[in-house]
């Protein structure tokens, strides 16, 4: 079905979703990069054989210390390896093998009498906590908000791809401690409004109601790309929001970890992702520490050969990997792996003009016309078609009857700058 806010997509999110959540407490070794800061100079703060503990800095950077990574486990420095991950580039990396952890209790930390704006920013910025949605440390957003001002805050669950389902793994294992840190959050930003965003059947949806109470719980459409977070309205009534009210997203996990370093003093090391896929043979939701390898999180759901696809992320958005010895950093929430037989190669043939490609397009764009026109060569007459806004959903080529990858083509036309480029200094050489 289809409609301006775009197409739905097929659930495969069983059984993944019915099985529970796995801990994976025996990872044998991790891969962490020193620092994600690509610029700042890195100065390594552990060297071959040091021992780490969890929460040691491995690295110094004096010019961005956001950018500094802590380890997620207790062990020993095996090594370093330079790593081509397909969603962070190049990362020098420290190998750490870990060492079993002596279980302990939680221990709850002394509050203070007070949790203040302030004291909160600084607790996300100590805890290292990173926003699954996009990858941003929390205390960059918190910090943004506070100076654009936010008039809801929406906890982002909502999960409208076809297999991830860790959002709900997460509320379901801790919906109360979810929206504890997402009230926090919105203390933070002077957020007057806030609740949890979801795209759920009907009796998990009532579970976590009865949990947190249904008016911190809003269901959305599920409609591909544009399921949004809050409802709209003209006059901003009871349970929705005015037009051009400023309205901020943030992760579950991220609410958990925010929950988890005020009142337990507990540092963000870890992450939950969805493992699917038909080459998985049990699918399900895992918890691991950053810096396990996707290769121990595959052979921990069952998976001993390589699969043929591997996919970071999910079916829409995600990123092809060419390997599974890579580490599972923050913002990775979904891992696929999938045999030969379940990608059908789809040959690409003339538009007939079915027009579905601009029904699915949430950001009001022609595809057919800018496929027209760039196949065409016409790049000057691509200004006029906004390419630019394009953000990648892929609705427009999973729509599409003729197998047209349009949103590769869009990519490509915006990249034109709507003209041709030559390389007259090239030329002058030749
Ligand atoms: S990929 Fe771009 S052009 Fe295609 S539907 Fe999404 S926003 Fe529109
Ligand atoms: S969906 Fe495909 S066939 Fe239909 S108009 Fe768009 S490009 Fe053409």
């Known amino acids: 079905m289809l409609s301006r806010h775009g197409t739905r997509l097929l659930f495969r999110k069983e059984p993944a979703i019915s099985q529970p959540t796995q801990e994976l407490t025996e990872v044998s070794q991790v891969v962490l990069p ?41 062990g020993a420095v095996s090594g370093e390896r330079q790593i081509q991950h397909p969603l962070y580039g190049v990362l020098n990396c420290a190998v750490i093998d870990c060492v079993p952890d ?23 910025e100590t805890a290292d906590i990173i926003d699954e949605l996009d990858g941003v440390p929390l205390v960059l957003k918190l910090h943004r908000w506070q100076e654009t001002g936010c008039d809801f805050l929406a906890a982002d669950g909502i999960e409208i791809e076809p297999y991830a389902s860790s959002a709900w793994a997460v509320l379901r294992d801790h919906a109360e401690q979810v929206l504890e840190g997402l009230r926090l959050a919105a203390l933070c930003i002077g957020a007057p409004r806030y609740h949890i965003a979801v795209c759920l059947s009907g009796q998990r949806r009532r579970s976590i109601a009865l949990r947190i109470g249904k008016d911190y719980l809003y269901q959305t459409d599920s409609y591909y790309p544009k399921a949004a977070p809050v409802r709209y309205s003209k006059h901003g009534g009871r349970g929705t929001v005015k037009y051009g009210s400023r309205v901020c997203r943030i992760g579950i996990q991220a609410c958990l970890a925010l929950y988890r370093a005020l009142y337990l003093g507990e540092a963000h090391n870890r992450c939950t992702l969805t493992v699917a896929g038909d080459a998985v043979p049990h699918p399900q939701n895992v918890s691991v520490p950053f810096g396990t390898t996707v290769q121990q999180v595959l052979e921990h759901c069952g998976l001993i050969e390589p699969p043929d696809y591997l996919i970071l992320g999910e079916q829409m958005t995600g990123t092809a990997a060419l390997t599974s010895d890579i580490p599972i950093l923050p913002g990775m929430t979904c891992i696929l792996a999938f045999t030969a037989a379940a990608i059908k190669p789809v040959t690409p043939r003339t538009c007939i003009g079915c027009g579905r490609c601009v ?26 078609l906004s390419t630019h806004l394009c953000d990648g959903c892929n609705a427009c080529s ?16 915006a990249a034109t700058d709507n003209t041709i480029s030559v390389d007259l200094e090239e030329d002058d050489d030749a």
């Open 359 to 384: 029904q699915v397009c949430h950001a009001g764009l022609l595809p057919f016309e800018i496929n027209r026109r760039y196949r065409n060569m016409h790049y000057e007459r691509l200004g006029s």
């Open 102 to 124: 002596m279980p302990s209790p939680e221990v709850p930390v002394p509050l203070p009498k007070a949790l203040t704006p302030d004291l909160i920013l600084q607790t996300a």
């Open 398 to 413: 999973y729509i599409c009857p003729c197998g047209i990858d349009l949103a590769a083509v869009v990519r490509e036309a």
């Open 34 to 74: 020193f620092s994600f800061a690509t610029e700042a100079a890195v100065r390594p703060a552990v060297s071959l054989y040091d021992t780490v503990n969890k929460g040691t800095p491995l690295a110094i950077i004096e010019d961005d210390p956001l950018a500094t990574v802590c380890s997620s486990v207790t």
